[in-house]
């Protein structure tokens, strides 16, 4: 069965510092990867996806992320952090299946703190 | 991207009640599904929202609890039935547009409370 691990359940970083989110999953092939943020009494918002190609991702809001099969990870970057950028993030997997439908299993999920 | 709204945005039930969340996406989709975020936890996937069809549960969620309707490509609803406290949580659907790698939009979510 396919699984996400963030390690950092919170992570405080000072305004603009940079920021590095981990992501380790578990899944029998390369995954459809994706990074969603949530900010308070919000719905998900899309950041970044990985289906294949270029390892380095580039996303919204100045967000990349890096596939690193050989790591199993999937780490978000951002190299000087807003205040706004406060709030929760999650790294997401689904499987590659064609035509079908997607069963997305999410991280547990990050909070970012942003000191001013 | 798609555009989704739910409706309520929030409320607050009585324990015994039941409640239906209304989830409504501007253009035609492929898939729907209902998500549970329990407070302070991550998403946990309901159910997959088959149109023409009866939904897809995952396990640990029944239909006689959460019951769900897809009469048609753009509208969805999810029920809460017979809610308790453990119920509260914020409800979220959400689209897989057709064609699309299985990248998934989200509505702004429902956040119940159970009194």
């Known amino acids: 069965a396919q699984s996400v691990t963030q390690p950092d359940i919170h992570i405080t970083v000072s305004e603009g510092a940079s920021l590095e989110l981990r992501c380790n999953y578990s899944?029998?092939?390369?995954?459809?990867l994706f990074w969603y943020v949530q900010s308070p009494g919000q719905g998900l918002q899309l950041l970044l996806k990985y289906f294949s190609g270029d390892t380095l991702v580039q996303g919204i809001k100045g967000f990349e992320a890096e596939f690193k099969r050989s790591q199993s990870s999937f780490n978000l970057r951002k190299p000087s952090v807003h205040w706004s950028d406060a709030a929760e993030y999650f790294c997401?997997?689904?499987?590659?299946?064609?035509?079908?439908?997607?069963?997305?299993?999410f991280g547990t999920g990050t909070q970012l703190k942003v000191e001013l | 991207s798609a555009v989704i709204s739910q409706k309520p945005s929030r409320d607050i039930c009585q324990r015994g009640t039941s409640l239906t969340i209304q989830c409504q996406v501007d253009?035609?989709?492929?898939?729907m599904f209902w998500y549970r975020q329990q407070p302070g936890q991550s998403l946990t996937l309901i159910a997959t929202a088959n149109q023409g069809s009866e939904a897809t549960y995952e396990s640990g969620f029944v239909i006689d609890k959460f019951p769900i309707s897809r009469p048609n490509l753009t509208f969805s609803t999810l029920t809460v039935s017979n809610m308790s406290p453990e119920d509260s949580s914020i409800y979220l659907c959400?689209?897989?547009?057709?064609?699309?790698?299985?990248?998934?939009?989200f509505g702004p979510g429902t956040r119940l409370t159970v009194l």
């Open positions: 253009s035609q989709v492929t898939m």
């Open positions: 959400s689209v897989q547009r057709p064609g699309s790698f299985n990248e998934q939009f």
């Open positions: 899944y029998g092939a390369t995954p459809y």
């Open positions: 997401a997997v689904g499987p590659v299946v064609t035509g079908g439908g997607n069963k997305l299993t």
